[in-house]
């Protein structure tokens, strides 16, 4: 049985492509079976921090990657390949193939976006099959989006029939997806994740489990503060925190530089708790202070009245991006170059 596992955001975590993809292998008897890891609520850079530990808990033999339905577009190009290369780095470690999958997100303008561009690079350059559902349905127009689409984004079941439909189509006999292992392999890991839990004194008591994944999390009451020791100088890229009733902002300082950062972790679907990823660039850090505030954000619930009690902060990860080696710097190097020579000649194939 091959095993594809489609990894994203929401729309890959909420039923809708996947079950349609499997319910057209069983019709046609064909040994495949399509698993999910969806990560609503986070982005590039937690996917590419956790996926050693995504890929550990969801074994498989193809990967198809759906990462451009959040809010990757708040990068620029260059960063947007960071996280992209640590990520398929991971995949070819493994000897994985990959595809990667473009579905439509509502609000984006996609006469003049760069995702297209991007995958039509790592296509031509890597020889990374893909689907590209977005644009064609953003030229469907808005009555077809509404039939498709509940709010632009997430799947209505016309959506998720004509998703999974495709997908199938694409994978029912995966596309070859691994010209670009032997030019990845070698890529250093550039972003790393240090669990709280592994921290001496600190007491991770409150577990939240996704796609097989256990995430502890620290809790912070109303009022209190925490110091994270990070043992050297390391450079802060972002959280992984928890939205939900009883959140509210929480204040993430560098003791050392007084530089500090406020997180809101609350939004209007904080009826319910989930994790979500959030920035904060601290360059070197060697602590960090997190401070659990009073206030309850003014925002308005989608369903439900807003829990009024004292605010409780959850912090289960912070992430790095790495301080490489000599030999690293070297490796990255010689794949930034290679990449840059193949566009200035016009893609020719790796």
Request: proline share 7%; hydrophobic share 45%.
């Amino acid at each position: 049985m091959l095993r594809v596992l489609c990894l994203g955001y929401s729309v890959t975590e909420l039923p809708g492509y996947v079950e349609r993809a499997n319910a057209l292998a069983a019709a046609e008897g064909r040994p495949v079976t399509f698993l999910r890891s969806g990560w609503g609520g986070h982005s590039l850079p937690s996917i590419a921090g956790l996926i050693d530990a995504i890929l550990d808990a969801c074994p498989c033999d193809h990967v198809l990657l759906e990462l451009f339905t959040g809010n990757v577009r708040y990068f620029d190009g260059a960063t947007m390949r960071d996280y992209l290369d640590d990520i398929l780095a991971a995949t070819a470690r493994r000897n994985l193939p990959v595809a990667f999958l473009n579905l439509h997100q509502g609000g984006v303008d996609y006469a003049a976006e760069p995702v297209a561009g991007l995958l039509g690079e790592y296509r031509a350059l890597y020889g990374i099959p893909y689907l590209d559902l977005a644009a064609p349905v953003a030229a469907a127009g808005a009555g077809d989006i509404t039939y498709l689409l509940k709010d632009g984004t997430h799947v209505a079941p016309a959506g998720a029939e004509l998703y999974g439909t495709l997908v199938y189509a694409l994978m029912r006999a995966p596309p070859p997806g691994r010209a670009y292992i032997d030019r990845f392999r070698g890529v250093p890991v550039r972003f790393e994740i240090l669990p709280l839990r592994t921290l001496p004194g600190l007491e991770c008591g409150f577990a939240l489990h996704r796609n097989g994944l256990p995430l502890h999390f620290l809790e912070i009451p109303e009022g209190a503060s925490v110091e994270i020791p990070l043992g050297r100088p390391r450079h802060v890229i972002g959280l992984l925190v928890t939205y939900g009733p009883r959140a509210g902002t929480l204040m993430v300082q560098d003791p050392a530089t007084g530089r500090d950062r406020a997180i809101t972790a609350y939004d209007a679907f904080s009826y319910y708790t989930r994790s979500v990823y959030r920035s904060a660039v601290f360059p070197a850090a060697r602590s960090l202070t997190i401070t659990q505030t009073a206030a309850l954000p003014d925002v308005a619930l989608r369903k439900g009245e807003p829990d009024r009690g004292p605010r409780l902060g959850r912090v289960s990860h912070i992430f790095f991006r790495r301080r490489l080696g000599l030999a690293e710097r070297v490796a990255l190097l010689r794949h930034r170059l290679l990449r840059n020579l193949r566009r200035l000649m016009g893609f020719p194939r790796a």
